[in-house]
């Protein structure tokens, strides 16, 4: 299966930095844009594929979300 994803990079020195909005803790960086999209893609791969493999542990059974609120 194949999916899209919206990626944000931004150029900073020498070295280009991006992001995944959609995908908390996907951030990667490279010497080109093509380096840093590659990168990108894999630890969009590793995170979901994470996550697939704890849901099927039985862990998300033991989990509970709750809304917090956070003075800023």
Do not use: C, H
């Not at 150029?11 to 992001?19: A, L, T, V």
Request: glycine share 8%; hydrophobic share 40%; net charge positive.
């Amino acid at each position: 299966m194949e999916q899209t994803f919206e990626a944000t990079i931004e150029k900073r020195d020498k070295w280009y930095i991006g992001w995944v909005d959609a995908v908390p803790g996907a951030f990667s960086q490279g010497r080109t844009i093509n380096e840093v999209q590659e990168n990108l893609k894999e630890a969009v791969q590793l995170i979901l594929e994470t996550q697939r493999e704890l849901r099927g542990s039985g862990v998300a059974g033991k989990i509970l979300k709750r809304k917090i609120q956070v003075q800023l």
